[in-house]
DNA sequence: ACATGGTCTGTTAACGTTCACAGGCGCGAG
DNA sequence: CTCGCGCCTGTGAACGTTAACAGACCATGT
């Protein structure tokens, strides 16, 4: 692996300020700096104000690089990222990054362009290399839960957003088939006799969760499950598979397994001149914060992005914390309840 | 400061291997190891290549903690990060990213939650003490790039996406007036006697300069230049301003500050019965990725936010090889040109 | 008076790299 | 033959921090 940065002119060296120069200014040594710097018991108190006054003069900062050196411990978190400009993924980044600050941490974050097996990996090696003390992958698929096995097994990882159990790594996620219930018998409850359902990608377990919550709470219910297409996550997609269930007469209700899908489908049903909500009723999913603004604003399943990614990072602290200990159990796994929020995109059923 | 992180329990102390294990193994120095890591070009080839093959079979990856003690260089870049949710920010966060990868470099983020001085300035120590090697700050408004300047001089620091000239740091952002008049142009040459205008917040100098673009455009045309309200960034925001401009039938033609606004503004027409295009022409700004899938398709300024990322990456790399030269002349500022993109929510204007 | 133990502080040795320097070796020129 | 000058390699000392240990000091109980 070649270098090939710029490499730094060692023309200048500004010679920063180190803990001896504090130590030198406080009239005590380098050790006794460590100690406050890190909050040890047994400083007087004197002793401590007089350091920290003259950290404040000198305009001390701790070399971090030092620390992690002989404490092996970097203060910093990795993420590996996927499509990170979407709004799930990069509420989930943020969301993360809010928590660490707050914890004291730091995060470094490598993206990653498609989910396989080999680019999770490289990612996962690039983080450790920069040795951060553990890892969070937003992970939509299985392969990343499973790649991420092959992380050194001293590196906690954990994986948030997309696929629910498995037994590779400790998860969050959103209760997909909880909101897929949520949002098919809000329609159910309406009157209307089924839902179709404008899906996303087969291969995606949060998609492949919504369209079981879906089936099952048709089932239940005794409503005919109609066939599913599938697609991809955004609105064009959407208004392709839209197009095809204008077309349908019988369709009067549809459950999108996301926003962007749903916006979609209200474009090809306003195009094949059926209403929304009268003739036809739409549910979509994510409450991405411009639905309430589609025409008609969208009725849609919440999720808290953010709160998964606080969630995901309490959960890889913890296993920091006591990982030896926690050995022996499996990983845990942590759901977070969607919500439904009705708006003006689903009615009742059309009378026939 | 106190730390108050898990500490890491000194039980388990894998001893990673380091250079002297791989010298060892291949009855070398383990200085010889570093120059083999390291390119430096006085290594026999067979030497070479035997310390490869010792790397290769003790899996060994040298430890980043070490080299940035001694180098004073972390190969890591800091971003500062806004409202990095939302879409356009998040495609920069990304474009920098990958550029960063594709350059040998690791990204930390520090996101503030609001822009004033004290927040930036503190994201800004956060990232010096992780000894970062330059940073890129994802600055609208003008107090960051102003804070900048206070940063230590060693740091370079480019501002990118929003506040285009600035004497404190280099620059890259869109050409904003551009793509106002490219938008205000497009409305006049349909015909329509003048443009109005839903503004964003008037205090972020995106707005500003689409505002100021969007007014000289009209004047330039001799069209009368009507009274401007101010919002915030998002649907609700367009939605309100929408009802207004519905309200007054002298309104033909809207340009929207962001593609969110034009969300609200085809919403609120919409539903006061006017029909886009054909009574109400609206052009929106950013392009999202549904854009082309609302009711109707937005006519749009695309801006490509990832190549504003790896701009203003590009320009960072630029700055940190040769600093001390380029000292004296002014920061450079760097303009990316967007691109409108005519879809079906423009149209002629309606006969009178 | 003397051991005992707690509180506070200083000394020395890691941590794993890179840098500066010093050598050994071979080869062509004097 | 010897000198000098390229190559290639090794030795020692940084870099700035924390960990381990030892010592000084003070109070307390016998």
Redesign the interface.
Known sequence: M?????A??G??R?RLTVMRDVAKLAGVSHQTVSRVL??HPNVREETRARVLAAMQSLNY??????R??V??????LGII?FE????GP??M??GI??AA?D?????????V?DLDRRQVLEAV??L????V?GVIAIAPKQSVTHALAQAPP?LQCVAVGGAGESDAAPTVSIDNALGARLATQHLLDLGHVTVHHAAGPPDWPESFERIEGWRRTLYAAGAVVPPVEHGWW???S??AQGQALARDPAVTAVFCSND?IA??V??AL??AGKRVPYDVSVVGFDDM??S????P?LTTVHQD?GELGRRSLGLL?EH???S?AAESQPPDHVLVAPQLVVRASSGPAPAR
């Open positions: 070649p270098s090939r940065k710029p730094a002119d023309v200048d500004p890190n909050n900062r701790r070399n971090l690089a030092a992690t050196l404490t092996r411990q970097s203060d910093t990222g990170t400009t979407l709004f990069a509420s980044l943020y990054e809010s600050r914890a004291g941490y730091m995060v470094s974050i490598a993206s362009r090696d690039r450790t290399q920069h040795s003390d001293s955004d609105a064009e959407g208004y962007r916006l979609g209200l474009r306003h195009e914060p411009d309430g603004f589609f025409v604003p992005f602290l920091m914390t006591h030896p």
